[in-house]
């Protein structure tokens, strides 16, 4: 991809998260919703294993849900985002841990930008729904082998691939079951191994639609693979059956054998520690 349509995807969408930032803030609070709560913020807890005065890098950081959990659990945080939207709710939020917390206004497909923050500044970096937002990865993944200290790791989270992206149709249908009608939820998947840049709306009532950058697995990992990572942790966290109570067939609750997400640990491979 060249630079220029590098930077025309990248300020459209900056726009789209700066006009929907205010909806956003509104719908996510201090604490997220229940996508957040149940599937991506334990995930990447378990993953990352926090322990008091760990530096942490949280890219795409949006209004700071993960900024301030980190905090809370004791780890000093940087977040940063290219909305500066965002970025203002993330600061009008952040009262509790102010002296663990910073935010910047930064693009995290700009390696140079990356790079002012501190090389090996970071015990670890996480992106917690941001990567399909990203017009390219490279950049960042590049970056994180010079911030990143020995040991360190980066740990994100993204709808996952296979199951949850613009090209994924939701069905709910009914079965006869040895004698018994239940609803059997499904989906359909009419794309998955080209990457593709589409729109659509994370939150129903958001005023403009935003882009998702999809990419299939082996390019989403094979980018960290190029860069130097090896992965070390994965987890598909779906909802469970207690979870099921959204009375909307396409909500997500109701797809308890299918993971709307995919949260990956990378770590420096062995080859990549000796090179360096």
């Given at each position: 991809?060249s630079?220029?349509?590098?930077?025309?995807?990248n300020?459209?969408?900056?726009?789209?998260w700066n006009?929907?930032?205010s909806?956003?803030?509104a719908?996510?609070?201090?604490?997220?919703?229940?996508?957040?709560?149940?599937?991506?913020?334990?995930?990447?807890?378990?993953?990352?294993?926090?322990?008091?005065?760990?530096?942490i890098?949280?890219?795409?950081?949006?209004?700071?849900?993960?900024?301030?959990?980190?905090?809370?659990?004791?780890?000093?945080?940087i977040?940063?985002?290219?909305?500066?939207?965002?970025?203002?709710?993330?600061?009008r939020?952040?009262?509790?841990h102010?002296?663990?917390?910073e935010?910047?206004?930064?693009?995290?497909?700009?390696?140079?930008?990356?790079?002012?923050?501190?090389?090996?500044s970071?015990d670890?970096?996480?992106s917690?729904?941001?990567?399909?937002?990203?017009?390219?990865?490279d950049?960042?993944?590049?970056a994180?082998?010079?911030?990143?200290?020995?040991?360190?790791?980066?740990i994100?989270?993204?709808?996952?691939?296979?199951?949850?992206?613009?090209?994924?149709?939701?069905?709910?249908?009914?079965?006869?079951?040895?004698?018994?009608?239940?609803?059997?939820?499904?989906?359909?998947?009419?794309?998955?191994l080209q990457?593709?840049?589409?729109?659509?709306?994370?939150?129903?009532?958001?005023?403009?639609?935003?882009?998702?950058?999809?990419?299939?697995?082996?390019?989403?990992?094979?980018?960290?693979?190029?860069?130097?990572?090896?992965?070390d942790?994965?987890?598909e966290?779906?909802?469970?059956?207690?979870?099921?109570?959204?009375?909307?067939?396409?909500?997500?609750s109701?797809?308890?054998?299918?993971p709307?997400?995919?949260?990956?640990?990378?770590?420096?491979?062995?080859?990549?520690?000796?090179?360096?």
């Amino acid at each position: 991809m060249s630079n220029d349509s590098t930077n025309a995807l990248n300020n459209e969408t900056r726009d789209a998260w700066n006009t929907n930032a205010s909806v956003w803030d509104a719908r996510m609070g201090d604490d997220g919703n229940d996508f957040h709560q149940l599937l991506i913020r334990p995930a990447i807890e378990r993953l990352l294993e926090v322990k008091p005065g760990t530096r942490i890098l949280d890219i795409a950081c949006g209004t700071g849900l993960t900024t301030r959990r980190l905090a809370s659990l004791g780890a000093h945080v940087i977040g940063i985002d290219f909305a500066e939207e965002m970025i203002a709710y993330a600061r009008r939020r952040t009262q509790q841990h102010e002296t663990s917390i910073e935010y910047y206004v930064l693009d995290a497909t700009d390696e140079t930008a990356l790079l002012a923050l501190g090389e090996r500044s970071f015990d670890a970096a996480v992106s917690a729904m941001g990567l399909m937002d990203m017009a390219e990865i490279d950049p960042l993944l590049q970056a994180l082998t010079k911030l990143l200290r020995p040991g360190g790791c980066f740990i994100f989270a993204v709808m996952h691939p296979c199951f949850n992206s613009t090209h994924v149709s939701m069905a709910a249908e009914l079965k006869d079951c040895d004698g018994q009608f239940i609803t059997e939820y499904s989906v359909k998947v009419s794309g998955y191994l080209q990457p593709s840049t589409t729109k659509g709306l994370a939150l129903e009532n958001q005023p403009k639609p935003q882009l998702y950058f999809h990419r299939p697995l082996h390019v989403l990992l094979g980018a960290a693979f190029r860069a130097g990572f090896v992965l070390d942790g994965l987890e598909e966290p779906a909802f469970g059956a207690d979870d099921s109570s959204n009375s909307r067939f396409y909500s997500w609750s109701n797809f308890t054998q299918i993971p709307p997400a995919l949260v990956a640990r990378l770590r420096f491979s062995d080859e990549f520690l000796r090179k360096s």
